[in-house]
């Protein structure tokens, strides 16, 4: 036995010591949170870790992932974090992994080895999908995010507590393009403006100028000079706006200055007019000189933009900030631009240090068998944590009020006809869906492969219909029931078998579904349900006789 090991029965207590260090943990993502977190898990007793990440270092991230260092730029992040924790604690044993988590491969079955998944994310879709296989799983997750001071950490946990997709979520916001490109009135659509310009026609213009002594030049009196000035011939779009004020290259020259491009010029400063027009061409000019060397080997070589790039972000912010001062709209410093085209706000250190802590704490909780009594915590401004009761599972989500089971599956022979009657048919009482013959709909995916007017797959091998082991198939009927069947392969005799009896109804609800998903106005009455009128919720807690409330 390690120090460490002696030093967390003393902290821990041996009951939840022997927990932590039996249990087996999925850890996916090795980034700011990640990085952290590994820390946090080995040094606190795991020592069966599981990491798995997509992606390579970046040299932007050893500010704050501070498992990695320079030597490891490009090498894969599970790996090189695996090393670097492992010497926290040599007894743990770390799994590390260069995938992505939505690869076939992470199947449910596979998911059902762990304890629990700690998440450690950067992104909606990653989210979705380990909670989907999470609940499918019925495996516990701790789900968690940063944002520059603000953070959160909470459990999922199937039947228990709210899932991640519970609750709508706010998408990125995007604007069109038709206003950003003729009026722009707020700072971000400048920067957009100005980068969509570098991705459409002037930066084409500027490609095609490069090499020659009045390229940016020419660049510049296009988007500034020639476009503002033919912009404002249409009287109309200026009778109740600022107009803009063309900005002319040669005056911008002869304007006295001792700046020759960016050099010396602070990233969290707004610069003057004069210095966003040196830095605009210094850039422009350092791109082109780029793109040229790159077409010298690859002659259809482009540029793509990228915020970790100083030249793309130098060019990006002066060329958003001449455009600004035109219309009138104020400038931005390089830093903010940076958070704004490439839509992130910086990541700080401590703030991923206090909620991987936090991720630690709610997994033991979870050890302790605590799942709705093992509440949110937020980390708000001013570093106050705040906590809040985790909530129910609200009934109207589509991902995890579904009911799911296994179903074991000879692929070869057995047919849709088959799951029909041995499963969906079968009575409640008897461990199946209990449903009607002709309400049945299967879909696999977003493709229908049954229903009562499309029965011709119903009757083939599942191998020949395009199923195959790990599938999950959604059944709905005419009520609103929906249940999806995790299909595996099977290692009985039997053609199709549940693996487990279908779990009983928890609430169902037949309202007549035109509020479910996306409007906004929907989603406030599935938050507010007391407030709908004429729909009708049917709760059958036991199977016995439905009843109806109506609500008012
Ligand atoms: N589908 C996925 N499968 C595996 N790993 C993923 C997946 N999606 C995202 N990740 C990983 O999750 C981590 C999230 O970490 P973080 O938020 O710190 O992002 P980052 O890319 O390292 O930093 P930044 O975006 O701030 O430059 C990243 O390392 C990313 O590669
Ligand atoms: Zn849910």
């Known amino acids: 036995m390690t120090s460490r090991d002696s030093y967390n029965i003393r902290v821990l207590g041996q009951e939840l010591y022997d927990k932590v260090s039996s249990s087996k943990v999925l850890l996916i993502g090795a980034g700011g949170i990640g990085c952290e977190l590994l820390k946090n898990l080995v040094m606190s007793g795991f020592k ?86 999470c609940l499918a799983a019925d495996v516990p997750l701790v789900e968690s995010g940063t944002q520059g001071y603000f953070g959160q950490a909470y459990v999922i946990k199937k039947d228990e507590t709210e899932c991640f997709d519970c609750q709508p979520k706010i998408t990125p916001k995007t604007y069109p393009v038709c206003t950003i490109r003729s009026t722009p009135s707020e700072p971000i659509h400048s920067n957009e403006v100005a980068a969509l310009n570098r991705e459409t026609e002037e930066l084409k213009a ?14 510049f009196s296009k988007v500034y000079e020639t476009d503002i000035e033919r912009s404002l011939t249409m009287e109309s779009m200026w009778k109740n706006r600022q107009k803009p004020t063309p900005l002319h290259y040669d005056e911008l020259e002869n304007i ?92 700080i250190a401590t703030t991923n240090a206090i909620i991987s802590g ?104 599942m191998k020949e219909a395009g199923l195959k082991p790990d599938t999950i198939l959604r059944v709905t009927n005419d009520d609103g029931d929906e249940i999806d069947l995790i299909m595996e392969a099977n290692n009985t005799e039997e053609l199709i078998k549940l693996s487990s009896p279908l779990p009983k ?26 407030t709908i009128v004429d729909d009708v919720i049917l709760l059958d807690l036991d199977n016995a006789d439905d009843d109806i409330v109506l609500l008012d």
Request: hydrophobic share 40%; aromatic share 6%; proline share 2%.
């Open 48 to 133: 069966d870790i599981e990491v798995i990440d997509l992606d390579t270092i970046d040299i932007s991230n050893l500010n704050r992932q501070f498992l990695f260092q320079k030597q490891h730029v490009k090498q894969a992040k599970a790996h090189v974090a695996k090393e670097s924790a492992q010497k926290f604690n040599p007894s743990a044993e770390i799994k590390s992994l260069q995938c992505n988590i939505k690869e076939a491969q992470f199947s449910v079955q596979w998911f059902k080895q762990f304890t629990m998944v700690l998440n450690a994310l950067d992104n909606l879709e990653a989210r979705r999908h380990v909670n989907a296989m």
């Open 206 to 219: 500027i490609k095609e100028a490069a090499g020659s002594p009045d390229y940016t030049k020419k660049i």
């Open 256 to 347: 006295m200055s001792d700046i020759a491009e960016k050099g010396g010029l602070e990233d969290r400063k707004v610069w003057d007019l004069k210095e966003n027009f040196e830095v605009f061409k210094s850039s422009a000019k350092k791109l082109s000189t780029r793109l040229l060397k790159e077409r010298e080997v690859h002659s259809d070589a482009i540029l793509s933009f990228d915020k970790d790039d100083d030249d793309a972000m130098d060019f990006v912010t002066a060329a958003s900030n001449l455009r600004a001062h035109i219309f009138g709209i104020e400038k931005n410093s390089l830093f903010d631009v940076k958070s704004m085209a490439g839509n992130i706000i910086p990541a």
């Open 358 to 461: 936090l991720v630690i704490l709610k997994a033991f909780g979870i050890l302790r068998g605590e799942y709705k009594n093992n509440p949110r915590v937020y980390l708000h401004t001013s570093s106050r944590l705040i906590s809040e009761a985790n909530s129910d599972p609200n009934p109207n989500c589509s991902v995890c009020r579904s009911r799911s089971a296994m179903v074991s599956v000879d692929f070869e022979k057995a047919t849709l006809r088959d799951l029909i009657n041995q499963v969906l048919l079968l009575p409640v009482d008897e461990g199946g869906a209990g449903m009607e013959q002709d309400e049945i709909a299967i879909m696999d995916g977003s493709r229908m492969i049954y229903d009562v007017d499309f029965e011709d797959m119903a009757d083939i091998p």
């Open 505 to 530: 109804l928890v609430f169902k609800v037949l309202v007549k579904r035109k509020m479910e998903e996306e409007s906004e106005e929907a989603n406030k009455r599935v938050k507010t349900m007391h």
